[in-house]
């Protein structure tokens, strides 16, 4: 709903805004046109940035929307939460009279509600008749420096960072299967001896996602061998496997991941700080059928080199989908080339060897022919006197 007036009033004086970071603050006014007719938005970052930023604001990039919308959450201007596969957001007090368009309004057709959008779950609307406790614990930190994002990449959600306290503002709508397939998961949790991340964590979410993003492969089995890999206690168990799960998993009916590949994607991250997905791997795995691991290393530097301009989270995709093997062969030729320039130099310098040689052996040959002639002479005076 872009066309919406905007409480500047609202603005001006909320508390809320003031404890956000301060380059956020001016991007509430920004965003809010986003909400809809029931102040329900898409949250996810790429999408956001896409239809508010991607036109004339190249200073902002997914990855800061990310960081603005995680900033909104923390002070309670939004709450998140996933429905039908999709993360949604809700900008609080936008039910206040005058801020949404009047019943009568929608009811006459001045206003419609775009397909597919749900309503915001009754305990957010309940929850915004009532203020938040002030909360000045600030942006809280977590581990894999925030990693995960709001829906970049394969949907990776939140990640644990929000703390407890955020995410129980979360109210999250489960059909059998979900619940079914939680209870399974905690199941292996308890038999390894360790605690479940809380039932309130969006990292179930997230893996809900997953599991659907990847139809056909049992997520379940994966997570009881990965979760068997690990010695020791492991904390937030889910909010970890979600993590590494892009990496673990493959598309119906392709072979596991060799531990050769696992160690290259482990190396291209270390230079890209980007991880490939499971679709994108086994891309990746054709092409170590016609270049080799350092090869691919060399033109993935060269790579993120030429595309360090360009978003990060693009680069698996764009190296994988063609840009990649044009780097490859180009390496490649450039090596035939230097390897053509160097035997033709060594073939120069042997031509000068030779005829080094040549002029050493006339050299000495002519050296060899005056001492015999001068050896004659010698024995001639010597025969006079």
Same mark, same amino acid.
């Given at each position: 709903?872009?066309?919406?007036?905007?409480?500047?009033?609202?603005?001006?004086? @909320?508390? &809320?805004?003031?404890?956000?970071?301060?380059? +956020?603050?001016? !991007?509430?006014?920004?965003? /809010? $046109?986003?909400?809809?007719?029931?102040?329900?938005?898409?949250?996810?970052?790429?999408?956001?940035?896409?239809?508010?930023?991607?036109?004339?604001?190249?200073?902002?990039?997914?990855?800061?929307?990310?960081?603005?919308?995680?900033?909104?959450?923390?002070?309670?201007?939004?709450?998140?939460? @996933?429905? &039908?596969?999709?993360?949604?957001?809700?900008? +609080?007090?936008? !039910?206040?009279?005058?801020? /949404? $368009?009047?019943?009568?309004?929608?009811?006459?057709?001045?206003?419609?509600?775009?397909?597919?959008?749900?309503?915001?779950?009754?305990?957010?609307?309940?929850?915004?008749?009532?203020?938040?406790?002030?909360?000045t614990s600030g942006p809280q930190e977590t581990t894999n420096n925030n990693?995960?994002?709001?829906?970049?990449?394969?949907?990776?959600?939140?990640?644990?960072?929000?703390?407890?306290?955020?995410?129980?503002e979360l109210s999250l709508p489960l059909g059998e299967t979900e619940m079914?397939?939680?209870?399974?998961?905690?199941?292996?949790?308890?038999?390894?001896?360790?605690?479940?991340?809380?039932?309130?964590?969006?990292?179930?979410?997230?893996?809900?996602?997953?599991?659907?993003?990847?139809?056909?492969?049992?997520?379940?089995?994966?997570?009881?061998?990965?979760?068997?890999?690990?010695?020791?206690?492991?904390?937030?168990?889910?909010?970890?496997?979600?993590?590494?799960?892009?990496?673990?998993?493959?598309?119906?009916?392709?072979?596991?991941?060799?531990?050769?590949?696992?160690?290259?994607?482990?190396?291209?991250?270390?230079?890209?700080?980007?991880?490939?997905?499971?679709?994108?791997?086994?891309?990746?795995?054709?092409?170590?059928?016609?270049?080799?691991?350092?090869?691919?290393?060399?033109?993935?530097k060269k790579f993120v080199e030429d595309e360090a301009t360009s978003f990060?989270?693009?680069?698996?995709?764009?190296?994988?989908?063609?840009?990649?093997?044009?780097?490859?062969?180009?390496?490649?030729?450039?090596?035939?080339?230097?390897?053509?320039?160097?035997?033709?130099?060594?073939?120069?310098?042997?031509?000068?060897?030779?005829?080094?040689?040549?002029?050493?052996?006339?050299?000495?040959?002519?050296?060899?022919?005056?001492?015999?002639?001068?050896?004659?002479?010698?024995?001639?005076?010597?025969?006079?006197?």
């Amino acid at each position: 709903m872009p066309k919406r007036l905007i409480d500047g009033e609202g603005i001006w004086t @909320s508390d &809320k805004i003031r404890r956000l970071e301060l380059d +956020h603050r001016p !991007e509430y006014a920004h965003l /809010l $046109p986003l909400a809809e007719i029931n102040g329900v938005f898409e949250a996810n970052p790429r999408l956001i940035w896409h239809r508010v930023y991607a036109f004339n604001r190249a200073d902002i990039t997914p990855e800061k929307v990310e960081k603005i919308l995680k900033d909104f959450i923390r002070v309670g201007l939004v709450s998140i939460w @996933s429905e &039908k596969g999709k993360t949604w957001g809700y900008f +609080h007090g936008i !039910e206040k009279p005058g801020r /949404l $368009p009047f019943q009568s309004q929608i009811k006459r057709g001045d206003y419609k509600l775009k397909h597919g959008i749900p309503n915001p779950p009754k305990s957010l609307i309940d929850k915004a008749t009532s203020e938040p406790q002030e909360d000045t614990s600030g942006p809280q930190e977590t581990t894999n420096n925030n990693k995960l994002g709001l829906g970049l990449g394969l949907g990776l959600g939140l990640g644990e960072g929000l703390g407890e306290a955020e995410t129980q503002e979360l109210s999250l709508p489960l059909g059998e299967t979900e619940m079914a397939t939680r209870k399974q998961f905690r199941n292996i949790i308890f038999r390894a001896g360790l605690i479940p991340d809380s039932v309130m964590s969006p990292s179930w979410p997230i893996l809900d996602e997953m599991i659907t993003a990847f139809e056909g492969v049992d997520i379940l089995e994966i997570f009881e061998s990965w979760l068997g890999d690990r010695s020791g206690s492991v904390h937030f168990p889910i909010s970890q496997f979600v993590k590494d799960l892009p990496s673990l998993v493959q598309a119906p009916g392709v072979k596991k991941v060799d531990k050769e590949l696992d160690n290259l994607a482990v190396e291209l991250y270390s230079i890209g700080n980007v991880s490939f997905s499971g679709k994108q791997l086994m891309a990746l795995n054709e092409l170590r059928s016609e270049f080799s691991d350092k090869e691919i290393i060399q033109a993935w530097k060269k790579f993120v080199e030429d595309e360090a301009t360009s978003f990060s989270t693009n680069w698996p995709g764009k190296f994988v989908g063609g840009a990649g093997r044009t780097v490859l062969l180009f390496i490649r030729k450039d090596a035939e080339r230097r390897k053509a320039l160097e035997i033709e130099s060594e073939a120069a310098i042997e031509k000068l060897r030779v005829e080094d040689r040549a002029r050493e052996a006339a050299r000495q040959a002519e050296e060899a022919e005056t001492a015999s002639e001068l050896d004659i002479l010698m024995k001639e005076l010597e025969r006079q006197k």
